[in-house]
């Protein structure tokens, strides 16, 4: 006995070691992604220097209207430098971000500058599907953008990436390391084309949008709208007379099985008939059978006299209580009012934003560009969020545009002053060439687009045909005899239908009279159909030619009206790690287009050798850089300062200082509501955690 509980002691001993073990190591296995970082080279002059803004003047657009929202932004150049700036003006501010990286397929569509091949491929190098470090090469470019760019998402901030099979294993792993698991939102299909000769085990019409939170339980579910045309019918009676609803749900679900034995009851129909899904014996249960109704019977018992809808049917998959095929079928009825509270959850496939869509609204405005996006994918991601109309969206891989176009438009919808900060690299001069002038071509058609006075001026000899067409038809006397007649048949129904009656109060005459008229016209018609039969087969044809000519119609894009500033990296400085004063000044000297953009106060007013002034579109807000490190021209810049339109409501000053010292004090004479900051050292720090970080 002793020697038993011995051994059992034993047993437990090794087993509790054995536990300690593998707890230990699962704190030291990781689980995750695995790749070979492959540094990345930058261009020349970026190496050693410090990331900032240079505004291109000459390539805004500056909006027509006074009190028009804040520009949208558009960045030109890397996007890892783009993103370093953006988190100094845009830490925890991005409302949504979308993004359609490089599918790294395998073709020509990622493009990789190694650092350890320099010499050999300065300007970088196509990743081929047989290189061996194709994924470590896309990981080492999309962690480090992923990276910065969460830094950017607010707290309800939620980030939508489009991807090919090639990469979303990888990135799904990727983002659950960044975003974390707990924040991933969903992972949809999309399916971009219908036909494809592609594929040798299946043919490709898909790719994905992963989607993930900032912080998950910070944000709404998401919500699809509701199709308003689908409630066409209005409800006559009862509390709930003059609300629209649709009854096209069937009560009966073939699909529902044995499961649920409590929805198959027999349900009495307004002919005092009873029916059932199909049965196989009419006993208590009726089990047996394909279907079952959508409810249980208490909630049936419970709404049967207001939404069941009864409709006679010669296909009703019903049976009735005899075996034979009901002549009923059952529906439910949806209020508009109901179904637009309730919203419905978007399924996690999207089958209605083909590619051949994005292909088509890009040619409308003229321009090609390889593999773009819809814009009304974006917009249907930005309208599911459920976000206000004034959100900023972010695409960091912006290519042709599209999510500007879909921010614009949306805009313009709903007049909303959402702002969209566009970066993508200018390869092929494309930041220029194709999203900067989609851009000028939807602000004014007109003026950018090449082709829009040749396809305007066959849009009007259309109209035109089209207005001659329109005379041509006839209108039969039939209709307007037809009209008369209902009007005097109307008028006889406020007889009295006796005679006697009618003698007594003196209508007799009046009555005959009436009726003579009635008879009068239905002759007439009778007379006339023929010709109207004629008139109706020559206005048949005549429509038939008008809807030819609509078909004819080029779509031609509405302005619209909007600002944006373009920008284009520059660098200044040293390397993070070696900041000497020189360079303070200088970084001071050429962050203005930098704190601009982060106060939102983005029109510069004047620049000399010591301070620069910007307002903001609707003028009530001011900013002021003062970047000399020496005050003596400190009185002067506050002369400007007062000296700004008496429309300023708010200034926001900052001084250079070599530290973060509060220069308050030194506009305490200000009655103005003004707010004073350091510069440069908040960039600095951000730029420090940022590369530090790196690596
Ligand atoms: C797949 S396209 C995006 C297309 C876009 N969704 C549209 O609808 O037009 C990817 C774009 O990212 C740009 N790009 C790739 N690497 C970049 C980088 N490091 N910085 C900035 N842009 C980059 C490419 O030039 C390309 O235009």
């Known amino acids: 006995m002793a020697n038993d509980i011995e051994k059992l002691l034993n047993e437990i001993k090794a087993l509790r070691q054995e536990n300690k073990k593998l707890n230990n190591a699962i704190k030291h296995k990781k689980f995750g992604l695995v790749w070979m970082d492959v540094p990345e080279a930058f261009e020349k002059e970026s190496v050693n220097k410090i990331p900032l803004l240079e505004e291109k003047k000459d390539l805004q657009i500056k909006s027509k209207n006074k009190y028009a929202n804040e520009p949208h932004i558009l960045l030109e150049g890397d996007n890892f430098h783009s993103l370093t700036c953006l988190n100094y003006t845009h830490k925890n501010s991005i409302d949504i971000i979308y993004i359609d990286p490089p599918y790294n397929t395998g073709g020509d569509d990622f493009h990789y500058k190694d650092k350890r091949m320099l010499d050999k491929y300065p300007d970088g190098k196509v990743v081929d599907k047989d290189d061996p470090l194709r994924h470590s090469k896309w990981l080492s470019f999309m962690s480090k953008r992923l990276e910065l760019s969460k830094n950017l998402l607010n707290k309800e901030g939620v980030i939508f990436i489009s991807i090919g099979e090639d990469e979303l294993a990888n990135l799904k792993l990727l983002c659950n390391q960044i975003f974390k698991e707990k924040n991933f939102l969903g992972l949809v299909s999309r399916v971009q084309k219908r036909g494809s000769d592609l594929g040798d085990y299946f043919k490709p019409t898909v790719d994905y949008v992963l989607a993930y939170a900032k912080n998950k339980t910070n944000i709404a579910k998401f919500k699809i709208g509701v199709d308003e045309s689908k409630f066409k019918k209005i409800e006559i009676e009862g509390p709930r007379k003059g609300e629209f609803y649709e ?61 069941l809808v009864f409709k006679k049917t010669k296909n009703s ?49 003229d321009l090609s560009f390889s593999y773009p996006k819809p814009t009304s994918l974006i917009k249907h991601l930005i309208k599911i969020t459920q976000k206000k109309n004034n959100i900023k969206v972010l695409d960091f891989f912006a290519g042709s545009g599209t999510t500007g176009q879909a921010v614009l438009e949306l805009n313009e919808m709903d007049q909303g002053s959402r702002q969209f900060i566009l ?5 092929n001069n494309i930041c220029r060439d194709v999203t900067l002038e989609r851009m000028k071509r939807l602000y004014d058609p ?11 001026q066959k849009n009007e000899k259309i109209k035109n045909e089209i207005k001659s067409l329109k005379e041509k038809l006839k209108i039969s006397v039939v209709d307007e005899i037809n009209e008369e007649l209902k009007e005097l048949k109307e008028l006889k129904k406020s007889y009295p239908t006796k005679k006697a009656e009618r003698l007594s109060k003196n209508l007799e005459e009046k009555y005959q009279l009436l009726l003579l008229k009635i008879r009068n016209l239905t002759e007439k018609i009778i007379s006339k159909k023929e010709d109207a039969k004629e008139i109706q087969q020559h206005n048949k044809k005549i429509v038939a030619e008008i809807s030819k000519l609509e078909k004819k119609i080029i779509n031609l894009n ?36 930098l704190v601009a953009i982060s106060e939102n106060i983005m029109f510069e007013t004047f620049k000399n050798n010591y301070s620069q002034f910007f307002i903001n579109s609707t003028q009530e807000k001011c900013l002021a850089i003062y970047f000399d490190e020496d005050l003596d021209m400190l009185d ?6 007062r000296n700004q339109s008496t429309s300023i409501k708010k200034s926001i000053v900052y001084m250079f200082s070599w530290g973060a010292e509060d220069y308050s004090y030194l506009f305490d004479e200000f009655n103005l509501n003004i707010v004073v900051k350091p510069i440069p050292q908040p960039i600095l720090e951000i730029y420090k955690k940022i590369y530090k970080a790196e690596k």
């Not at 019903?318 to 009012?337: A, C, E, F, H, P």
């Not at 509270?341 to 496939?349: A, F, H, L, M």
């Not at 970066?423 to 390869?427: A, G, R, Y």
């Not at 007109?446 to 305007?456: D, E, F, G, S, W």
């Open 636 to 641: 002067e810049f506050k002369e400007n300062l």
């Open 558 to 593: 509405k302005p619209l009206d909007f600002s944006l500033k373009y920008y284009a990296m520059k660098f200044a400085g040293s390397a993070i790690s070696h900041i000497t004063d020189d360079d303070k000044i200088a970084i001071a000297y050429n962050a203005g287009e």
């Open 423 to 427: 970066c993508t690299n200018n390869e």
């Open 446 to 456: 007109a003026k950018y687009l090449p082709t829009y006075k040749i396809k305007n």
């Open 247 to 307: 009854d096209s749900k069937s009560l009966y679900q073939s699909s529902l099985r044995d499961l649920r034995p409590n929805q198959k009851y027999p349900i009495e129909c307004p002919d005092g008939t009873f029916v059932l899904p199909p049965y196989k014996v009419f006993d208590e249960i009726h089990r047996e059978g394909e279907g079952r109704w959508r409810w249980t019977k208490d909630t049936y018992l419970e709404k049967k006299d207001t939404i």
């Open 317 to 365: 998959p019903l049976m009735d209580q005899n075996g034979k095929k009901s002549v009923w079928n059952i529906y439910t009825k949806r209020y508009l009012k109901d179904a637009q509270k309730k919203g419905n959850v978007p399924p996690n496939i999207f089958e209605e934003f083909l590619n051949s869509e994005a292909t088509k609204e890009l040619g409308e405005l």
